[in-house]
């Protein structure tokens, strides 16, 4: 089995599950006991700051959006890019982060790109391989500043990308330029 882990899971129209309609998920964790994912364009109405002056008293200096990162509940997690404040590291230059201490630092800095979320998505073993044998998911590998950026369709944008790099693939294509009108 290839671990997923630092790719992108982009669902497809084959995709049924209205949970999942549209979305772009970070796949976090994947091995043989199953996978966890963040859902990252879901935004909430809610504001990182709002929730965290609910259930802290110290400073927060973000004022962006919570993302919900799936249907399954779960503590506050953030992606972000600073390596002192990582549990796991996802992929090069990117973390993730569920421990208080390091959400608080990371919270009350503000300076650095980051997207936090609440809750996941998660797969029991081999049932992401299954899904994905049934063509629900596009996979793809992710990168810090898509993860991070603030684009305003990521399905679109991510979908469009994986469609491009494919078309490359299956055509054998061996070098497209950045400007294909500069060929």
């Known amino acids: 089995m290839n671990s997923l882990r630092g790719h992108f899971l982009v669902a497809s129209s084959e995709l049924n599950d209205p949970n999942f309609l549209r979305t772009v998920v970070l796949i976090v964790q994947h091995d043989e006991m199953g996978a966890m994912g963040l859902v990252l364009n879901r935004p909430t109405d ?31 997690v953030a992606l972000h890019a600073r390596s002192e404040q990582a549990d796991i590291e996802v992929l090069p230059g990117l973390y993730y982060t569920v421990q208080p201490d390091s959400l608080e630092k990371l ?52 979908s469009r990308e994986l469609a491009d790099t494919n078309l490359v693939s ?14």
């Open 46 to 76: 809610a504001t990182v700051r709002k929730v965290w002056e609910q259930v802290k008293h110290s400073p927060c200096a973000v004022d962006a959006p919570l993302y919900l990162g799936g249907p399954i509940e779960g503590p506050l």
């Open 107 to 158: 919270v009350s800095q503000g300076d650095e790109p980051a997207r936090f979320i609440a809750g996941y998505a998660g797969w029991g073993p081999e049932q992401l391989e299954g899904e994905l044998e049934q063509g629900a998911w596009l996979v793809g590998p992710a990168r810090p500043e898509q993860v991070l950026g603030q684009e305003v369709d990521l399905w679109e944008k991510i």
């Open 170 to 183: 299956l055509l054998g294509i061996k070098h497209v330029p950045d400007d294909p009108s500069l060929n």
